[in-house]
């Protein structure tokens, strides 16, 4: 059975950073891409960045280059988001999605239950 | 406003059929596979279609999906009062390097 289980959030001042991790069980973590996905109190989803199975390629929306960075650990299976520079609109819940592909993000099979996200003083 | 165009909400009746409409162009719907995605409030997005048409493991026949062009349909037939939930069209896009939603769209079934 897949798993994935987030964790890390919680609430942090503006400029402030956080670190979330999710840990997936169940299928061969590095066989596949993997995304964060956010979605802020009453909104859309909004996809955040993918990886590839590798590690070796990374993808961002184009507002939080520079301030977001996906990687991970294969040897542990553990995906994560380090988020620098945070802003009260970076507020939301964070889901880590895998992928059905290697490469990029294509489309999402599998979700956690989400963490959530607070940027407030 | 998203790339991707949903209509906000719709409504239909217990057993009859939902089309849910997305709406995108060249760059992303036009040159890549479509996805669709549940999500009942609360609770985490759930892939009903991929590659446009296919449905995973567990999605009920009367779920389906379609792609002409640029725009992309969800259809869900024989509606029941558990379908009611937001419905989000997803894709990659090529011009921006970066993975669409849609705006999502509240199905409510009465």
């Known amino acids: 059975e897949v798993q994935l289980l987030e964790s890390g959030g919680g609430l942090v001042q503006p400029g402030g950073s956080l670190r979330l991790s999710c840990a997936a069980a169940g299928f061969t973590f590095g066989s596949y891409a993997m995304s964060w996905v956010r979605q802020a109190p009453g909104k859309g989803l909004e996809w955040v960045s993918a990886i590839s199975g590798s590690g070796g390629s990374t993808y961002y929306v184009g507002s939080m280059k520079g301030r977001f960075t996906i990687s991970r650990d294969n040897s542990k299976s553990t995906l994560y988001l380090q988020m620098d520079s945070l802003r009260a609109e970076d507020t939301a819940v964070y889901y880590c999605a895998k992928d059905r592909g290697y490469n990029y993000a294509t489309d999402f099979d599998f979700w956690g239950q989400g963490t959530l996200v607070t940027v407030s003083s | ?110």
Do not use: H
């Open chain 2, 1 to 110: 406003q998203s790339v991707l165009a949903q209509p906000p909400s719709m409504s239909a009746a217990p057993g009859q059929k939902a089309t849910i409409s997305c709406s995108g162009g060249n760059s992303n719907i036009g040159n890549n596979f479509v996805s669709w995605y549940q999500q009942v409030p609360g609770t985490a997005p759930k892939l009903l279609i991929y590659d446009n048409n296919k449905r995973p493991s567990g999605i009920p026949d009367r779920v389906s999906g379609s792609k002409s062009g640029t725009s992309a349909t969800l259809g869900i037939t024989g509606l029941q009062t558990g379908d009611e939930a937001d419905y989000y069209c997803g894709t990659w896009d090529d011009s921006v390097s970066a993975f669409l939603f849609g705006g999502g769209t509240k199905l409510t079934v009465l």
